[in-house]
């Protein structure tokens, strides 16, 4: 495999809901969510299992779709636009000593504004990481010299959106990356199971029910297209967690051991 292994972790209502509704983000909390502020047990059990090198989040966990983002400043000749869609590794930032991991976003529109670029904002657990974005050939100019001008790396993989593939492809080749965990949302988690990049899926379960018709749930994908086969999955442990919660994990059965 010449990607990273690719582990996804969720927590979600019992009918597989990711947050409360399609405009409600959960990324600075919401006093109704279930799973309340504390940090997910499965997800810290994941990374202690896993040593995983880098996260995954779509820009859905960051900006609702509909709300415009702030507009960029034109961009001008300070770059040259062949350079702007060539992968940015600064090397300060990449072999910087300290570090411990990236925090990698697909943003294929170039939505993100006043990204936090250092984990140690959300803590000592995170001292070390850094963030990382997944870009395409569409994403507009502008928002490719705002990350250089940041010092933000990013990788660019694919035309009209992010190619998910060739950008894990990308970070094991340039970044040394073996396993990614995905906190993504439904969207972007779908895409992935789509494509075949997802090996293992975890969700902890919440004791309550949410509802609604476009909330985001646990793999937003396009239908099964007829003759297409659900993707089969092989327990590996459940375990019952405080206030009902209950952690679910699961290997995704490759086609050819079907
Ligand atoms: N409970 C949880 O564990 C949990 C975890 C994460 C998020 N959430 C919640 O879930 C919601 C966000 O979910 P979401 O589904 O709206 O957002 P999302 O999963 O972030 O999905 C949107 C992202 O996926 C990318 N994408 C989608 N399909 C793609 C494809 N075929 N190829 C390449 N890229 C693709 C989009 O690309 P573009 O860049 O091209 O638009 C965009 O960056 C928020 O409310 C958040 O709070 C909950």
Redesign the pocket.
Known sequence: MNRPKVVV????SLDGR???A?D????WGDER?P?GTES?AAFEWLQFAHQPQATL??????V??GNDPTPLPPFEDEFERETLYTDFLPPAVVERPAHQGWFT???????GRQWIKDGGAFGEAWQGWRLLVFV?RQTPPAYLAYLRREDIPYLVA?D?????SAALEKLREKLDITTVLS?????????LL??SLVDEVNV?LLPAVIGGFDT?SLF??PALAPGEEPTRLALISVQVGNEGRVWLRYRVVSEEAR
Do not use: I, K, Q, Y
């Open positions: 972790c969720n927590t979600a990711l947050t409360l399609p409600v983000l959960l990324l969510w799973g997910s989040e779509g820009s859905g966990s960051f609702l779709d976003v697909v943003d294929g529109r170039g939505r395409a694919g009209e959106r992010v190619d998910l906190t993504a949302g439904g969207r972007l988690n779908g895409a789509r494509a902890e985001p937003d994908s």
